[in-house]
Every structure is written in structure tokens, then in C-alpha cells.
């Protein structure tokens, strides 16, 4: 059972570029989420969503960032126009059904974005 | 102030101590995590609780809700545990998201 995938690993844009980061959720994981560690910070959430559906975007900066999940293939989250602010590591974890008291998250290894 | 909080830092060892990493949190929660964060980059869930304690290995986790904290504790500490551990919780009613310490930096050494 592969674990959570995310490619790519490395990314190199130019400001004003866009970035495309896609995350493969594990098998039968219907839950995913976006976090942001910026340079030196800790861990940051972004977005929550499930197929389909974005549940809670309350990470995510208000211009530039989408993100979406669709019914088939594997999460994306998108930067449009990148700055070089934007230059972080992003994690996509994945988990199954929510439980009551929540459901242990699997991480995948990262996307490693450098704006130049 | 940071909804989570961990001490120390930064926490250097010798092979064979006993570490102890502390989280504490000023929110009501459903569960916390512990996750390990190697020097690659790569994260790894350690533990999920929401009460008393879990252990794996050399790894024993412990949460008490109504202090409010958690303690991760490593025994007999070896290199290969040289990692940055984080601390996150999932706060009531917020389907799961989770909001993180800032991590605490172990080195162990020969």
C-alpha cells in the first residue's frame, strides 16, 4: 500500500510564474490536507478538503492560492503569480473517514518550492 | 502566544539518556499528535492520543486534558533519533486540521 505521494519532490520558478503541486492521497484516504513550513517556521495549515469539496480554506492566503481535489485523479494546489515569498516546503497528508475524535494523518515527503 | 507550545527548543543528548519533550496547549482539543520531522524533510506520525498513554518502542507518549499537556519521552536515546519532533493538536469540532508547536530540535550524540 503505497503511502501519501507528492510531486514533485523539488521546484524552481521564476516570480510571476505559476506552480502546480499535486498530492496522491493513500489508498482509500478520502481526506486531504495542505500545510505550508516556511523557512526557520514551523508548520502551517492551508486547506481541508475531500472529493470535490474544499471544507475549510481558512489557511489559505486570499489571492493567489487555490487549491482542488477532484473526483478523480490527485489533489493540486496552485500559486499563481509566485513571489519569493511564497518559497517553502509544502506537505500534503492524507487520512481516512473522520472519526469523532479525529483521524491520525499520513504525510507525504514534501514539495520543496524555490522562487527565484 | 502560540496556541501550542513546546520545551525545549533545542534539546542536546548524549546516546542512552532518557529525553523528555513537552507540549502544552491553550485550546480545547481532540486529539494530539506527535510527529517526528527528519533532517530530509520527511514526516513521521508518531502518535495519536486523546488520553492517558501509548508507547511504541523506545517511544512513550502521554497526555493529561485537564492540565493541558503532553510529554513525548524517548528512552535509552540513540543518533538515529536526532530529529525535530513536533507536537499538534486538532481542536474540537474543526474536522481535523491541525495547528502545530514549533518543534523541538534533538540532537543525540556518541
Redesign the interface.
Known sequence: NAGVMQNPRHLVRRRGQEARLRCSPMKGHS?V?W?RQLPE?????MV?LQKENI??ES?MPKERFSAEFPKEGPSILRIQQVVRGDSA?Y?C?S?PQ?L????????G??T?LTVL | KNEVEQSPQNLTAQEGEFITINCSYSVGISALHWLQQHPGGGIVSLFMLSSGKKKHGRLIATINIQEKHSSLHITASHPRDSAVYICAVTHTGTASKLTFGTGTRLQVTL
Open positions: 481526506h490536507y500545510y517556521e514551523g508548520l502551517k495549515f481541508y471544507i475549510d489557511g516546503a506537505f497528508a487520512s473522520i469523532g475524535g479525529g483521524n491520525e494523518q499520513f504525510f515527503p514534501g520543496r
